[in-house]
């Protein structure tokens, strides 16, 4: 069976402080994708990024950047410089195999207070 | 891009009256759609896989004659949550899986039931 754990339950910044939220993951497939959502308090959810299990690469996007270890079963997230509008619950989330579409399997998400 | 909707966005109802929540896929075709719910600050938990032309699948523990899912066209699923409690007051989310590699995700409807 899948699990995503987020252990971070809150975190709280400063404006213009870096930030990086946590997700371990277990899955007995060699080929899985995972993701990253941002739930804003309107309550919908924003894609931030899918990566498959065989591309370690990690990926920056402005100022968010992520760090994908296989070897440790996690896929990171940093926002740098954050802003009051980065506020919101994070989530990361796995789908195991292509082949049509799967369910996610969301950890219990980060809520990411940024104050001025 | 992909863009799913859901319809209503918020609604309100009395204990023990049913209501139904649409589901649709407006620029692609989805033969399958997720239902979520989100319970408040908690996370996404899928309730059941529904797919065009056949019955859904559901997880454990959640009870197929209370929550009804009908995906009749490859563009629209309904949940029908019938005899409504309190207790089922909820954050309802679907998703739609347009390719094998992605889903898009509704805006979601917030049930409350007074």
């Known amino acids: 069976a899948q699990k995503v754990t987020q252990a971070q339950t809150e975190i709280s910044v400063v404006e213009k402080e870096d930030v990086t939220l946590d997700c371990v993951y277990e899955?007995?497939?060699?080929?899985?994708?995972l993701f990253w959502y941002k739930q804003p308090p309107s309550g919908e959810l924003v894609f931030l990024i899918r990566?498959?299990?065989?591309?370690?690469q990690n990926e920056i996007s402005g100022r968010y950047s992520w760090n994908f270890q296989k070897s440790t079963s996690s896929f990171n997230f940093t926002i740098t410089a954050s802003q009051v509008v980065d506020s919101a619950v994070y989530f990361c989330a796995l789908s195991e195999a292509p082949g049509s579409a799967r369910q996610l399997t969301f950890g219990s998400g980060t809520q990411l207070t940024v104050l001025p | 891009g992909a863009v799913v909707s859901q319809h209503p966005s918020r609604v309100i109802c009395k204990s023990g009256t049913s209501v139904k929540i649409e589901c649709r896929s407006l620029d692609f075709q989805a033969t399958t759609m997720f239902w979520y719910r989100q319970f408040p600050k908690q996370s996404l938990m899928l309730m059941a896989t529904s797919n065009e032309g056949s019955k859904a699948t559901y997880e454990q523990g959640v009870e197929k004659d209370k929550f009804l899912i009908n995906h009749a066209s490859l563009t629209l699923s309904t949940l029908t949550v019938t005899s409504a409690h309190p207790e089922d007051s909820s954050f309802y989310i679907c998703?739609?899986?347009?390719?094998?590699?992605?889903?898009?995700f509704g805006p979601g409807t917030r049930l409350t039931v007074t």
């Open positions: 899955t007995r497939d060699t080929t899985y994708y």
């Open positions: 990566r498959n299990s065989f591309d370690e």
């Open positions: 998703s739609a899986g347009g390719n094998p590699y992605e889903q898009y």
